[in-house]
């Protein structure tokens, strides 16, 4: 018996060396995991390199002018004429309709949920609008064309609005970013401290005084972060606007005609035969990389202006 | 006990027999008590017992969060503010309050004050009105010079007088001050008693404080409370006298532990 | 109450502040209602092309095609199989024998080729739920005197035949099994893909990345990503995928295929660009998930000597998981929705063979509605809307399973 307990504390002797032990296994592991975490700059440097390879090659073929791209209102590939301003025109207008939809109803639902509902009618509000964010964009493309449509034909008159229109696809898209409004300011809003709430009530302040003029202003930072993530989604939506919104590029005011948006584009260029090197097939990269670049600076706005001007409350 | 539904004119606030609940919990029990004209009330004891639950009664602060209810009455000139057809919005504009943390609206000192007064219909020369408010506060020398300046750019103590100004800028007849000096410095702590005492020439006051001295100092009345012999946790008010009486010589036993510092 | 003594230069607004407080409310209610009132209308006009009259015309009638009494839609495999042979031109039939064996087909097939090839139903016209209810009489009076020859049925276009069918070109035959296969494999990959990555980023970012601005540029980098617009990843993927990487993803390199008539717009490559798609996302979810953890968990296993993979293996997976799948399934759920990336990438327009490998030509249930949807004839707005339900109750179950989960493993601590 004490020799064993002699032997056990021989051992324990012998391993009782504090110094770290190379654990092959876990370095071998963190090395796997920094990879992972590493991927996706991956994706991120090959969206840069590809898109502006292609572009690049793009702005480079002979028909090809950037100043001319940038400044003329024509995109006629087949007579070589690439101005993007039809196609951007369309996609600043369903945006524009689109943002008239999200912004004011979006805001009240917040507004609605976060001052004035009760518990009940928020749990089941909710995961209705959560749904409404969930449903694929192909099916809100359908929904445009077979009700919305045919319901502005009827009210404005069949001669006044053409059968696809960016008129019913921005309506549509402005359904599909109401959600995403709406749970972004809300959020904004559960920020504001109580004590600024109860300060105000302490006033003698109604509910909506304390609504619309102590917590929505409190919150403002975080609103508009909202409403530049939802311009930002509205440009680069693309299902909504090919199915109804029209297959042509045309340079227009009229939201009651077809006109196809850069999204809508890319879409039906690379829908049909596309061979590589084709001037289309270039022509969809530059405006990838064009589409990319929009996003991307409004995300960084809106994150800047989270980070910049988030308000202080104490 | 008097059985007529008026009140004698030197008492601004009563309550008859209130019981406050929080959902089926009973949380303050059976308060009978009567706060005068122009005095200032204190209401101590122990942390827990309801005196900040008992407070915001006055002025219907309760009813923000879900659930919470009253049996009783609470009169106010003489009017139980808890009647059917009583706008809560009404009652605040008459009895303000000053919260235990500073919460001045994260807008400019002046707005602070100007926003208040414009939602009750205020057409009058505002400047004029911020100023009479700040003053009234002892708050005006200080910040006259940043008028513009956001209210939470100044002190605490600073902050809170600016709070003080915020709610007397509307006339209420009673201020209602939840342990306003807990979260300052002993210096703003004592400014604000200061304060209080020039205030209550024109407002009554009513102050929950878990500072035994500063309601020894500072009030005239005090009502003691503590958790009830008869409901389980639920405080009640066991005496209410002269701040002297409860403080020289309580009538209550349980009293006399508190405040000479052999209990709570 | 009695009204405070007018205090110098204040108004009694009261009952126009209340006033105005209560249109706003109603106008805040109102927008709440115009999103639910949307969503219904949504799912209203879907089922409203979904189901209602048709009146078709058979090129050829097939009651003369019984045989011995029994109609053709009961008739064996053998008898289908020896009507085609003998209504077909032989070149025709020893294509189709070619390209699968009948003796392989199973009958559903070979019953849809004769609808096809022999019967050949022609649409003549459609009406939806709505009207097919109210105005029954009117359609069967306009029927009996425009299209005399015509059949009218009340079809429900979303059956369980439709979902077992292969896509035809066919309105009244065809099915959504090709697309709803394509989707599955494509699925398949995406996950391959997105969730060991996603999940070991996560883990990452919230246990071994230390705060330096490396790690703060792959975080903000991750945050991005989500941002950008999902064309653009079909874009990236039509690039990379499809044709640098055209020798994996056609499957050229395992030898399995000539480059001649294969390219790299396979399944593969569908799956691999939705996988770069949601791999932002099943990252965030998955970080929120490990940091639900709480602290107390990972001290008690560094307490007792545990290094950090065993701790985060045996004791912060184990209780962020729930939330980790349930992250993963809402991934799925966009994924299979997307259309844009996979028409970028090339989906297939005329595809009737199921999947059966990675290098196979794709098509989705999504792309199919979108194809159904852009042409004009109305029975093909009635199939988009029967695949439009198809994929709504697959995202339904989808997201039903994903609360289920959160629900029954969310452990309290």
């Not at chain 2, 210096?187 to 020039?198: C, N, S, W």
């Not at chain 2, 958790?227 to 009538?251: H, M, Q, Y």
Request: with cysteine.
């Amino acid at each position: 018996m004490a020799e064993l307990t002699l032997k056990k504390a021989e051992k324990k002797a012998s391993t009782n060396n504090l110094r770290r032990k190379p654990r092959l296994g876990e370095t071998i592991i963190q090395g796997l995991l920094f990879f992972c975490g590493f991927f996706s700059i991956f994706t991120t440097l090959g969206i840069v390199y590809e898109l502006g390879k292609e572009a690049l090659l793009f702005f480079q073929m002979p028909e090809v002018n950037l100043l001319a791209t940038l400044t003329t209102t024509e995109w006629k590939p087949h007579i070589g004429k690439f101005g993007i301003w039809p196609l951007l025109n369309s996609t600043l207008m369903t945006t524009f309709i689109a943002m008239t939809i999200a912004i004011p109803l979006g805001m009240s639902v917040a507004v609605y949920l976060s001052e004035y509902a009760a518990p009940r009618v928020r749990n089941t509000l909710k995961p209705i609008l959560e749904v409404l964010a969930g449903i694929p964009t192909i099916v809100y493309g359908y929904f445009a064309l077979t009700f919305v449509t045919p319901i502005l034909r009827e009210i404005f008159g069949r001669d006044v609005v053409q059968i696809y229109n960016t008129a019913s696809a921005g309506l549509v898209m402005g359904i599909l970013i109401l959600p995403l409004i709406t749970s972004m300011t809300e959020d904004a809003l559960s920020a504001v401290p109580r004590s600024l709430r109860e300060a105000a009530y302490g006033m003698g302040a109604t509910k909506l005084e304390v609504a619309l003029q102590i917590v929505v202003p409190a919150a403002l930072s975080g609103i508009a972060a909202a409403i530049i993530v939802g311009i930002s989604r509205a440009i680069g939506e693309t299902m909504i606007v090919a199915v109804a919104a029209g297959a042509g590029p045309n340079f227009t005011f009229n939201p009651f005609v077809g006109a196809e948006t850069i999204t809508g584009h890319i879409v039906r260029i690379s829908g049909g035969d596309l061979s590589y090197d084709s001037i289309d097939y270039n022509s969809i990269f530059a405006l990838g990389l064009f589409l990319f670049c929009v996003t991307l600076v409004l995300n960084i706005i809106s994150q800047t202006i989270v980070r910049r001007f988030r308000e202080v409350y104490e | 006990m008097a059985t007529n539904n008026t009140l004698e004119p030197q008492y601004v606030l009563e309550t008859r027999d209130l019981d406050i609940y929080y959902g089926s919990f009973k949380a303050v029990t059976g308060v009978n008590m009567k706060v005068e004209r122009n005095k200032i009330t204190a209401i101590i004891g122990p942390s827990g017992v309801g005196k900040s639950t008992l407070l915001r009664v006055f002025n219907r602060m309760n009813e923000l969060y879900a659930g919470t209810s009253i049996k009783g009455q609470v009169m106010f000139d003489g009017e139980d503010i808890y009647a059917r057809d009583v706008d809560p919005v009404e009652v605040r504009y008459r009895i303000g309050m000053v919260f235990q943390k500073p919460n001045p609206f994260p807008k400019s000192i002046y707005e602070n004050i100007a926003w208040t007064a414009r939602i009750h219909g205020y057409k009058g020369n505002m400047d004029e009105l911020v100023e009479n408010s700040l003053r009234q506060a002892a708050l005006w020398d200080e910040v006259k010079d940043k008028l513009q300046q956001s209210g939470l750019s100044i002190s605490g103590g600073q902050q809170q007088r600016l709070c003080i100004a915020r709610a007397i800028s509307i006339k209420p007849e009673v201020i209602l001050m939840d342990e306003p000096a807990s979260a300052l410095d002993p210096i703003a702590t004592l400014k604000i008693e200061e304060l209080m005492q020039e205030l209550k020439k024109n407002y009554t006051i009513v102050i929950v404080t878990h500072n035994m001295q500063q309601a020894a100092r500072a009030s005239d009345y005090t009502a003691m409370m503590m958790l009830s012999d008869r409901v389980l946790r639920s405080g009640t008010v066991i005496e209410f006298d002269d701040t002297k009486v409860i403080f020289t010589n309580p009538k209550d036993k349980r009293t006399e532990d508190y405040v000479t510092g052999r209990f709570g | 109450m009695k009204e405070k003594l007018v205090v110098q230069g204040f108004a009694n607004n009261l009952k126009a502040r209340n006033r105005t407080g209560v249109i706003w409310h109603v106008i805040f209610q109102a927008s709440t209602a115009v999103g639910v009132i949307a969503l219904i209308a949504l799912l209203f006009n879907v089922s409203d092309g979904a189901f209602g009259y048709v009146a078709y015309e058979a090129r050829v009638d097939p009651d003369t095609l019984s045989v011995a009494g029994v109609p053709v839609e009961d008739q064996s495999k053998e008898q289908l199989v020896s009507l085609l042979q003998s209504t077909l031109s032989s070149g025709a039939y020893n294509k189709l024998e070619n390209e699968k064996p009948f003796g392989s087909r199973p009958r559903e097939e070979v019953y849809q080729l004769v609808v096809e090839r022999i019967i050949k139903p022609k649409v003549v016209e459609v009406w939806n739920l709505w009207p097919s209810l109210t105005q029954a009489d009117e359609i069967r009076a306009t029927v009996a005197k425009d299209h005399p020859k015509a059949e009218l049925e009340f079809v429900s276009w979303l059956t369980s035949d439709f979902v077992t069918r292969p896509q035809t070109s066919e309105p009244l035959a065809t099915g959504v099994r090709t697309a709803i296969l394509g989707s599955l494999w494509t699925i398949l990959f995406t996950i391959l893909l997105a969730f060991p990555i996603g999940v070991g980023a996560a883990i990452y970012l919230e246990e071994y990345a230390s705060e330096n601005r490396l790690n703060r540029i792959i975080q903000t980098n991750i945050n991005n990503l989500a941002g950008v617009p999902s064309i653009v990843y079909g874009i990236l993927g039509l690039a990379i995928f499809v044709r640098a990487l055209e020798p994996l993803t056609s499957g050229e390199m395992f030898g399995l295929v000539n480059l001649t008539s294969e390219n790299g717009r396979t399944v593969l490559s569908a799956g691999l660009t939705l996988g770069l798609l949601v791999l932002p996302i099943i990252i965030i979810n998955a970080q929120e998930a490990i940091r639900a953890v709480p602290r107390s968990l990972r001290n008690a296993s560094f307490g007792v000597g545990a290094t950090k993979w065993q701790t985060v293996w045996s004791h912060v997976l184990p209780t962020a998981l729930p939330g980790i799948l349930t992250g993963t399934i809402l991934a799925i759920s966009r994924a299979i929705g997307e259309t844009a990336p996979l028409v970028v990438v090339g989906a297939s327009t005329a595809i009737s063979f199921d999947p059966s490998s990675p290098f196979s030509k794709f098509t989705t249930l999504p792309i199919q509605i979108y194809q159904w949807t852009s042409r004009p004839q109305d029975e093909f707005r009635s199939l988009a809307a029967a695949s439009i339900l198809v994929l709504l109750i697959l995202l339904l179950s989808l997201n039903a399973f994903a609360i289920l989960l959160r629900n029954r493993f969310s452990r309290r601590f």
